[in-house]
């Protein structure tokens, strides 16, 4: 098993640019997880969805970012326009509904300059 | 406020003996409480979990307790070695089974 894949590891960009994030879920599994980590504010959860929906973007810092699941084995999160604070490490996990054991990707490093 | 607090930022333990960390929260109610171990550049991986109606839980040389009185889990580390050096996250449900808040994170460097 390949386990959760995240594109790109590292993105940098400038203030202003739109920037996608890319997760590929563990195959079979059905709820799908995307957290933001940084030092001052630790791993933050931003949205979950169960089977494509999403169920809790209360995480979501603002109407800048958005997160899409078109199919259980691809889901994207958009920042448009990105600022330097929003550069951290994002990650993408992945389980089964009702187990509480999650499968995180290796995660995508931004840096907005 | 809710809060969950890992008392310690970093921990230094002599190999071979145990390590224990404590995960503490406040206005939680949790039905469970998990621990990862997060390596330098990586993500996360899931350690153990344990329910709010199990004192203990043992995996090999780990150990976690949790106290709902004292709303405290403890995280132990038997016969320590140089390869379990790494930062553990505690995390609790929040209210939603798959809603996880997470700590943030203990230090551990275990020193030959």
């Given at each position: 098993?390949?386990?959760?894949?995240?594109?790109?590891?590292?993105?940098?960009?400038?203030?202003?640019?739109?920037?996608?994030?890319?997760?590929?879920?563990?195959?079979?599994?059905?709820?799908?997880?995307?957290?933001?980590?940084?030092?001052?504010?630790?791993?933050?959860?931003?949205?979950?969805?169960?089977?494509?929906?999403?169920?809790d973007d209360s995480g979501m810092p603002e109407d800048r970012f958005s997160a899409k699941m078109p199919n259980a084995s691809?889901?994207?999160?958009?920042?448009?326009?990105?600022?330097?604070?929003?550069?951290?490490?994002?990650?993408?996990?992945?389980?089964?509904?009702?187990?509480?054991?999650?499968?995180?990707?290796?995660?995508?490093?931004?840096?907005?300059? | 406020?809710?809060?969950?607090?890992?008392?310690?930022?970093?921990?230094?333990?002599?190999?071979?003996?145990?390590?224990?960390?404590?995960?503490?929260?406040?206005?939680?109610?949790?039905?469970?409480?998990?621990?990862?171990?997060?390596?330098?550049?990586?993500?996360?991986?899931?350690?153990?979990?344990?329910?709010?109606?199990?004192?203990?839980?043992?995996?090999?040389?780990?150990?976690?307790?949790?106290?709902?009185?004292?709303?405290?889990?403890?995280?132990?580390?038997?016969?320590?070695?140089?390869?379990?050096?790494?930062?553990?996250?505690?995390?609790?449900?929040?209210?939603?089974?798959?809603?996880?808040?997470?700590?943030?994170?203990?230090?551990?460097?275990?020193?030959?």
């Amino acid at each position: 098993d390949a386990g959760v894949i995240q594109s790109p590891r590292h993105e940098v960009t400038e203030m202003g640019q739109e920037v996608t994030l890319r997760c590929k879920p563990i195959s079979g599994h059905n709820s799908l997880f995307w957290y933001r980590q940084t030092m001052m504010r630790g791993l933050e959860l931003l949205i979950y969805f169960n089977n494509n929906v999403p169920i809790d973007d209360s995480g979501m810092p603002e109407d800048r970012f958005s997160a899409k699941m078109p199919n259980a084995s691809f889901s994207t999160l958009k920042i448009q326009p990105s600022e330097p604070r929003d550069s951290a490490v994002y990650f993408c996990a992945s389980s089964l509904i009702n187990y509480n054991e999650q499968f995180f990707g290796p995660g995508t490093r931004l840096t907005v300059l | 406020s809710q809060k969950i607090e890992q008392n310690s930022e970093a921990l230094n333990i002599q190999e071979g003996k145990t390590a224990t960390l404590t995960c503490n929260y406040t206005n939680y109610s949790p039905a469970y409480l998990q621990w990862y171990r997060q390596d330098p550049g990586r993500g996360p991986v899931f350690l153990l979990l344990i329910r709010e109606n199990e004192k203990e839980k043992r995996k090999e040389r780990l150990k976690v307790t949790f106290d709902t009185t004292l709303k405290q889990s403890l995280f132990h580390i038997t016969a320590s070695q140089p390869a379990d050096s790494a930062t553990y996250l505690c995390a609790l449900d929040s209210g939603g089974a798959q809603k996880l808040v997470f700590g943030q994170g203990t230090r551990l460097t275990i020193n030959p």
